[in-house]
């Protein structure tokens, strides 16, 4: 453990043989596609079939033809498969068309005509909040937080200071380089199966289960190579499963649907935009008094997963600061784009990007700099979240942050640049971000989800791991064998993960939240522990043994009693309280920290920005592969640079139009900094080996930090993202009349 | 307009496919000769998953007709490795942990593969600008600067 084992399926991967969902051909096989609403909201009131397509040969499936419930199942039952009349958002899907010639069904949903009625459409989240127009339930709201902490009305008045803020961030594509697809068969006797690229199998069988009214073992979900996913192939997924079952269904034929890229942008789900509201009470000498955070994301057109992100945006708002007043009320807004949904992060890099601006503007008003405001507020072990969660691990966190600024030579740089940018037109500036992530499901989630793992030993003495969790680049594959290995005493090459096959694996919940290596991972290390004390109860096994010996002694178990297999089930950790109404107690199993310091150099003729070095520290628990790990770390930085700097979803009439990689641009290989990474390890008792989820928290840092850096650099405070060159020109600009301005007056 | 022949050269096998003349070289490589190694990630050129070597030169095989391929000599990841071998940097990719989701992977090989037949000893910016036409969403391109750099130094 703690070793850089090599990633299971790299050498498929780097020599092509890979098997990614549109690398399957089938015989008989038809191409599926979608047509969809080019109307925001809309009542669909014919539809029309052009000329010179030849339909006859061609499966259509609309909403009519649907055998059980048209309701994507996932929390709230308001989205449907195919709409049947009312359009919420544009790029809704309508109608299902497959033939064997890809090219013709392509060109085939271009003629098939929707005449609708327009109605209203709303996508501003204020328009929404009023409830002037309503699109959404009684009031376009589909989910409302409040965490209170002790009595933040009672601070204002004897506050010395009291500092207010917005902050804003928009969509983000998560960009997955595979687009989306799947593939379906459809069999009386056996019934749907669908392969493949998705996070969460299960998901999937549970949306297809009512839409066809078959019971789980006549719904098959497999799980192909995934190239990529970020929280974008959590629920969009069953959709498009869905979707390819209904044409498979109907044609009788195998069927694929692949999104081409345009597609996939333009419908699939992206990161919820925010806006961030923050009042704050602070001391003359730096010390937090009160918090008020409003908090709001942009949901889309269906509730889909918005309140649970919402839920760990509102969780995550107040960061890792200690404060006994704290008020954070939130709400996810209903508006006529197509839904939003999870990307990595899911909620905390908004609010947490908020805060930690909000946090630089607070230090100032009191007169500190940011690391000494930020050192006398921060947590520490027997402090209390703002949901009370007291923190039980020995986290120095004004430590930490002190070790990040040394590696990134923060204060030498800091007076360095001082000098330099007073002669030049290059800015240059340094700043930071200090945060947290909860790792896991939220309060009770993990609780309510049982999840369950198998590990078998087979009759070659080789050792299988079954669980629902799937590789998607993340590295699940390589850690599960990794800690089933060391538990066993076996050797790495002996240990299979098997991909995900609902037939075949039992449901360990979905691939999200960090939760594989803390909580997944922890059940492979329990039922690998349990197969391993079954072979010494056997006698098969003494102490003492080498991986060689314990390959034999499964063989030889085998042999004698047939079956040699484990499980492990999930229990919370003794004294967990969560209260879901209050919204009170350990909000998760374990936080991971972090402290990311990113260095800028702001070109004030071009406005363009350029990040020149980047210090990611955090402390994550045990790292249970330091290759993986640095790999997470480095693409989640990459992410979160992209999403400071680069990445604008363009909406127009509720659409985005810049649906593709020419004009959604994201980092490339000569626009990024070296990304510097190190740990900080403090092992975490309940996670596997010691582990802590570390996948999203790369995500939560790097935006705030950037524009920290800029402000440093520029002496312009920006508190919205993406921040790109033609904001900085303008509020340059901005700024250069105003001085001119008051020298005008001042003569 | 109607089907041709073409042939070129894939992987040091000569091959003929009866094609449409605008096939994409992409789709000719998946379709007709099930080379599947070679990704589609946008179908415009900015994503370089489709990446493969054509007489030499770097392309994006969603960008070649198939026509443009004619007597080509052509190189997809498949053709890598040599004798059940496999590549000096397929294996510094597995190594420094390079490939994460590996749908980018087969075309930054190519990428890569084509800069160091070019550049055998390459700065770091060197190799940033001969993967700049290759997106990686997963990585941040850390891990495959260094997997680049190893099997750079390898071939001194």
């Known amino acids: 453990m703690g070793t850089a084992a090599p990633r299971k399926e790299a050498a498929a991967k780097v020599s092509g043989t890979a098997q990614y969902v549109d690398d399957l051909c089938l015989p008989g096989m038809l191409h599926g596609v979608t047509v969809r609403s080019s109307e925001p909201r809309a009542l669909i009131r014919n539809i029309r079939f052009g000329d010179g397509i030849p339909w006859h040969e061609f499966t259509i499936v609309r909403a009519s033809d649907i055998p059980g419930r048209n309701v994507v199942t996932l929390i709230c039952d308001d989205q449907p498969f195919l709409a049947p009349m009312q359009i919420n958002h544009a790029e809704e899907p309508v109608l299902l068309l497959a033939h064997k010639n890809k090219d013709l069904v392509r060109r085939a949903r271009n003629h098939v005509f929707l005449e609708c009625e327009p109605l209203p459409p709303v996508f501003d989240m204020d328009e929404a909040l009023s409830a002037r127009t309503v699109i959404w339930g009684n009031d376009n709201v589909f989910r409302r937080f409040c965490i209170e902490k002790g009595d933040v009305d009672a601070v204002w008045a004897d506050a010395d200071l009291v500092v207010e803020g917005e902050y804003s961030t928009e969509a983000q594509e998560q960009l997955y380089i595979e687009p989306q697809g799947m593939l379906a068969t459809w069999d009386a006797e056996t019934g749907i199966t669908v392969r493949g690229s998705m996070q969460c199998p299960f998901y999937v069988q549970k949306a297809l289960m009512p839409l066809f009214n078959l019971p789980p073992e006549k719904v098959r979900i497999i799980q192909q190579e995934t190239g990529g996913a970020f929280g974008g192939k959590e629920e969009y997924p069953s959709m498009i499963a869905g979707h390819a079952a209904l044409l498979a269904w109907k044609s009788g034929r195998p069927v694929k649907m692949i999104y081409d890229r345009e597609e996939d942008m333009a419908a699939t789900t992206k990161r919820h935009p925010s806006r961030t509201r923050h009042r704050t009470a602070v001391s003359r000498d730096g010390q937090l008094l009160g918090m008020d955070i409003e908090f709001a994301i942009d949901g889309g057109a269906y509730a889909t997963l918005s309140g649970t992100v919402l839920s760990r945006g509102t969780i995550h708002a107040a960061g890792p600061y200690r404060c006994d007043n704290i008020r954070v009320r939130s709400a996810a807004v209903a508006t006529n784009v197509p839904p939003h949904g999870a990307f990595r992060g899911f909620g905390a890099p908004q609010s947490l990007f908020a805060l930690e601006r909000h946090m630089n503007k607070v230090a100032q008003a009191v007169g500190l700099s940011p690391e000494e405001f930020r050192s006398r507020n921060l947590l520490r072990q027997g402090h209390a979240t703002a949901t009370g969660q007291v923190i039980k691990e020995p986290i120095d966190l004004a430590g930490l942050q002190q070790r990040a600024l040394d590696l990134a030579n923060y204060s030498d740089k800091l007076q360095r640049f001082q000098e330099l940018n007073r002669e030049s037109a290059i800015k240059r500036g340094i700043g930071f971000a200090t945060f947290l992530h909860g790792a896991g499901f939220t309060g009770s989630g993990e609780r309510n989800l049982h999840s369950v793992v198998h590990v078998e030993a087979r009759p070659d003495g080789t050792v299988c791991v079954l669980s629902s969790m799937t590789e998607m680049g993340q590295g699940t594959n390589t850690i599960l064998a990794q800690v089933a290995a060391e538990a066993l005493g076996a050797a790495y090459d002996d240990v299979e993960v098997l991909r995900p096959d609902t037939t075949r694996v039992p449901n360990s919940g979905p691939t999200v939240a960090s939760r594989t290596a803390m909580i997944i991972a922890k059940l492979v290390q329990s039922a690998s522990l349990s197969l391993k004390q079954r072979l010494f109860d056997a006698g098969s096994l003494t102490d003492g043994y080498s991986p060689r010996q314990f390959k034999d002694a499964c063989r030889e178990y085998i042999a004698r009693f047939g079956e040699l297999k484990t499980s492990a089930q999930h229990q919370e950790p003794p004294g967990v309280y969560w209260d879901d109404e209050k919204y009170k107690g350990e909000a998760y199993g374990a936080f991971s920290w972090a402290v990311h310091v990113a260095e800028v150099s702001v070109d004030t003729v071009t406005g363009e920005i350029q990040v020149d070095d980047f210090v990611a520290l955090q402390e994550v628990g045990r790292v249970l592969n330091p290759v993986l790990a640095k790999g997470q770390i480095e693409g989640g930085v990459a992410q979160a640079i992209g999403y400071a700097l680069y990445e604008k979803v363009v909406w127009v009439d509720g659409s985005m139009a810049n649906n593709q990689m020419t004009n959604y641009i994201m980092p490339t290989a000569v626009d990024l900094p070296t990304i510097r990474v190190f740990f900080e390890e403090i092992p975490y008792e309940h996670g596997a080996m010691g582990a802590k989820g570390l996948g999203e928290l790369p995500m939560d840092g790097a935006a705030p930090a950037i524009l920290n850096a800029v402000e440093n650099a520029t002496g312009l405070s920006f508190c919205h993202i993406p921040l790109l060159p033609e904001d900085v020109l303008k509020k340059l600009s901005l700024a250069r009349e105003s001085t001119m301005h008051l020298a005008g007056s001042a003569a | ?156």
């Open chain 2, 1 to 156: 307009m109607g089907e041709c022949a073409v042939r070129f050269t894939v992987n040091g096998e000569p091959r003929t496919v009866v094609t449409h003349p605008m096939k994409r070289l992409l789709d000719v490589l998946r379709e007709d000769l099930n080379l599947t190694g070679t990704k589609e990630g946008c179908g415009e050129g900015e994503c370089g998953a489709c990446a493969v070597i054509l007489n030499n030169e770097l392309v994006n095989s969603c960008l070649v007709p198939a026509l443009e391929a004619s007597d080509a000599t052509i190189c997809t990841v498949e053709g890598l490795a040599t004798d059940g071998e496999l590549h000096r940097l397929q294996r510094e990719f597995i190594k420094a942990g390079a490939a994460q989701c590996g749908i980018c992977t087969p075309g930054m090989l190519m990428a890569g593969v084509h800069l160091l037949s070019r550049c055998p000893n390459p700065t770091l910016d060197e190799i940033r600008e001969g993967l700049s036409g290759n997106l990686c969403r997963c990585t941040g391109y850390m891990r495959i600067f260094e997997a680049v750099q190893n099997a750079a130094w390898q071939s001194e």
